[in-house]
């Protein structure tokens, strides 16, 4: 299955691309809600906390690295997948809030470390969308389950009532065989055992994908953020749904 979801033309421009992703929060750092506004790191490299959302309606989190954040797309608040999703929640008068908590550059690690931060502001529905950068590091494992697993209890621990989705990732073939399957089962796992929504695969239909990517070869344009959101939609409508209904 992963020959078919990475091209060997996608493995290739992984390789030559690690830094793209793992150095890009040195050109896109922040944290944009849904007013566009935006929050940098002061000079101790802690975010300081500013208000996320002032509205009352109920706030859904996506949590994640550049893929969230709309890295190299012209209008990231409106052209990244979390801003699509904004569009179609209100295109079918359903009120939430969409907090776009995407960070380029962000591992697990990171995410681990700024989830408290993130959950100071209350959490209705929360995407979690983190371990691109870890596959693309070769990061163990055992080590993005265990971060992943800290930020899932993170949230349920501050808001029991939230449900989580979890964005799933496919590390690239050059890692091997052993390294790709372990990485890939991480996702379903923690779904399971956390008895929580899951995206099979954020860049379904996305990967690879020339014609869908921007040229360094890994992040969606325009295009390939609409599929992505289309991805995403089909888990959250209703989650979203069922969650404005009660």
Not at 13 to 39: H, P, R, W, Y
Not at 135 to 146: M, N, V, Y
């Amino acid at each position: 299955m992963i020959n078919r979801i990475f091209s060997v033309q996608f493995a290739k421009i992984f390789i030559g691309c690690c830094l793209v992703m793992a150095c890009s929060n040195e050109q896109q750092k922040g944290i944009a809600n849904s007013d566009n506004t935006q929050v940098d790191e002061n000079k101790d490299n802690e975010l300081e906390l500013e208000p996320i959302d002032n509205s009352d309606k109920p706030r859904i989190v996506f949590f994640g690295n550049s893929l969230s954040a709309g890295y190299g797309l012209e209008d990231p608040e409106n052209q990244s997948f979390p801003g699509i999703i904004r569009k179609k929640l209100k295109s079918a008068h359903l009120e939430f809030a969409v907090i776009n908590a995407g960070l380029s550059g962000e591992t697990t690690a990171g995410g681990k470390n700024r989830i408290d931060w993130i959950l100071k502001q209350p959490v209705s529905i929360f995407i979690l969308e983190l371990g691109g950068n870890d596959g693309l590091r070769g990061i163990p494992t055992e080590e993005t389950r265990k971060n992943l697993q800290a930020i899932i209890d993170a949230v349920k621990a501050n808001y029991p009532e939230a449900k989580i989705v979890l964005a799933g990732m496919e590390a690239p073939p050059n890692m091997g065989d052993d390294y790709t399957s372990a990485f890939r089962e991480i996702y379903p796992a923690l779904a399971e055992k956390n008895k929580i929504a899951l995206i099979p695969f954020l860049l379904q239909n996305v990967g690879g994908e020339v014609d869908l990517n921007q040229s360094d070869g890994i992040h969606p344009n325009v295009e390939g953020a609409k599929i992505v959101a289309e991805n995403v939609w089909s888990i959250l409508k209703p989650i979203v749904t069922t969650k404005a209904e009660g």
